[in-house]
């Protein structure tokens, strides 16, 4: 008999989740509500779609990873057979394997290289270790640190290649590419597709829609839990064609930063009232390698200012030394030529690109929410956030959800500077763009100054008044 072309069929796959609605009642909500596609044998099928449509929830279905009170509906067939536990668990280890969209997957408590290595199938774990370091630019000193000493995008490369390692028949890349500089984007875009030259399938979700036209043999776009339409990638960035398939697919494209996106303000003409100043700024972690180097910065009220520069440069590191997380190694950091204070509440304020690491797994939402103080009703509404989301626990939610909740319970009226370290890589095009329409308008009306960490030119572009490179 012919091999079956599809490797992967999902038909009328649902997801809802069995959970306390109040206090005292249960009920179910129900995210994803019915989502169709197929992955064809060495193709790469992608997933484009707005936050919180069903992406990532679909993928821990595929993997078996679900929460013990979510519920299935439809069906998700893997080489002809459907994939129920029972199969998953009959399943070669690394057969299908998942690059996860948190780097929280990493075990904190063991080396980048033990992990890597641990996983390992075939050959000497060491030359497959060496082998994949440089294939994904990283040092050798790396395989010895801890994932809390490496970079978001440096740890971004380290998820990539517990991947590949494995030998899988069938990866799933849930947003394999955010945190990476250009040229490692392009270098993960590259082996995907390597990957697939070699007999691999895979199944990519991303909001990166340049990503998705470059790589893919079809793109899947998702709204509101349901699939809407399939785009072949050749008319995937003419709007005209995309809009006679799938309105929201054009509008995904005229809301990149490239595009239509949003314009602030001119900065309006006001005296300073706040300068923010890193003078001879150094940091190494226990005595190892400098991540930073006598790096000076400046920054005043009513600015938006860009950071720049490589993966594993220090920018997410710069970023915890001014809000208070790390203290640096020599150097200071002075607030109107006075340092700044290590007790109470830190006037420089750090809203991360992974929301997971702020937000209590044990709280319900609406307490991490309100953790450091009252969030107006107004803020609530234009940072999109949702009340049906208030009582739930932050796994019951997408990742572009609880970023939301970061932002907004943020915006308090004591910040003095704010800095968002790539804070939009959870969303779509167009939640990115109301996102940061939003939070700069804020920074300019309440003259706080603003920090955006990026590695898109076009986004630091468009937002701010200077750009500084690290």
């Not at 069929?9 to 997801?15: A, I, L, N, P, Q």
């Not at 001119?266 to 300068?275: K, L």
């Not at 700024?281 to 005595?287: N, P, Q, R």
């Amino acid at each position: 008999m012919p091999m079956d072309p599809n490797i992967l069929e999902v038909d009328r796959y649902g997801v809802s989740f069995h959970q306390y609605t109040t206090f005292f009642k249960k009920g179910f909500v129900e995210p994803v509500i019915e989502l169709n596609l197929t992955v064809r044998r060495n193709e790469i099928t992608t997933i484009v779609g707005a936050s919180g449509s069903g992406k990532s929830l679909l993928a821990h279905g595929i993997m078996g990873i679900l929460p013990e009170n979510a519920r299935e509906k439809g069906s998700i067939v893997y080489q002809g057979q459907p994939l129920d536990r029972k199969r998953i668990q009959s399943l070669l280890p690394g057969e299908i394997v998942l690059i996860p969209q948190s780097i929280n997957y990493l075990d904190p408590l063991m080396t980048v290289g033990r992990q890597i290595k641990s996983l390992v199938r075939k050959g000497d774990p060491d030359a497959v270790l060496e082998t994949t370091f440089q294939r994904y630019g990283l040092k050798p000193e790396v395989a010895g640190m801890y994932p809390f000493q490496i970079s978001g995008g440096m740890a971004r490369r380290v998820l990539i290649a517990t991947a590949v390692v494995q030998n899988p028949t069938l990866i799933i890349a849930d947003e394999p590419t955010p945190g990476l500089d250009e040229d490692l984007v392009a270098e993960a875009l590259e082996q995907l597709i390597r990957l697939k030259e070699d007999g691999c399938s895979i199944l990519m979700i991303t909001h990166d829609l340049q990503a998705a036209k470059k790589v893919s043999d079809k793109i899947v776009v998702f709204k509101d839990g349901r699939s809407t339409c399939e785009i072949p990638r050749d008319i995937f960035d003419d709007a005209g064609k995309i809009a006679d398939c799938s309105q929201y697919a054009a509008d995904l494209f005229k809301a990149l930063p490239e595009n239509d996106f949003v314009d602030l303000p001119a900065r309006p003409p006001a005296e300073v009232s706040h300068e923010l100043e890193a003078r001879g700024l150094s940091f190494s972690y226990y005595g190892g390698r400098r991540i930073l180097d006598s790096f000076d910065f400046s920054l005043n009220s009513g600015e938006v200012v860009g950071l720049r520069g490589g993966s594993g440069r220090g920018k997410s590191t710069f970023a915890k030394l001014l809000s208070g997380y790390l203290n640096p190694t020599s150097g200071a950091i002075m607030i109107d030529g006075n340092p700044v204070p290590r007790s109470g509440f830190n006037p420089i304020q750090l809203i991360y690109q992974h929301p997971e690491k702020s937000l209590d797994p044990r709280w319900r939402m609406r307490t991490c929410l309100e953790e450091a103080g009252e969030v107006s009703e107004e803020i609530r509404r234009v940072i999109g956030i949702n009340t049906i989301w208030l009582n739930r626990l932050p796994h019951e939610i997408s990742g572009g959800e609880q970023q939301r909740f970061c932002i907004a319970r943020i915006l308090q009226p004591e910040v003095k500077f704010l800095i968002a370290d790539e804070m939009t890589a959870m969303f779509d095009a167009i939640t990115q763009a109301e996102i940061w329409a939003v939070t700069a308008e804020y920074a300019r009306a309440h003259s706080i100054g603003l920090l955006i960490i990026s590695h898109d030119p076009s986004l630091l572009n468009r937002l701010c008044d200077r750009i500084v490179y690290i």
